[in-house]
């Protein structure tokens, strides 16, 4: 498979299996605040991690993440209506933390310039 069909087929199955997850799926465990960051499909397109971000505590995270993996085949039969493949990948759910050290990255940068603010203004 090329690289540009591996990009528009990613691209694809991204907003499709988020319209799928967001319209009809209904298990109260999955989080309110969920959102797919980026789907990876295979070179044979069998396989695809879809990748999602939760905000919320550890456990919601996890529970939304069990919850999205025993709905994987509901999602699939879903979204393959919507998107014509001759074999619809299965899906493997996977917490995408880039958002969470993003957070904590700008949380480190914030304290560093009021550090740096406190010495300023304590220099005579």
Known sequence: MTKKRALRLNSLLKEVIS???TKDV???HVALLLTITRVEISSDIKHAKVFISVIGT???K???LDALQSAAGFIAVHASKKVVLRY???LTFKLDASVDNHL???????KIREEQNARKSTEP
């Open 58 to 60: 550890p456990q919601e």
């Open 19 to 21: 319209e799928v997850v």
């Open 88 to 90: 619809f990948p299965v």
């Open 26 to 28: 209904r298990n109260p």
């Open 104 to 110: 904590k990255i700008d949380e480190i940068l914030y």
């Open 62 to 64: 996890n529970e939304t």
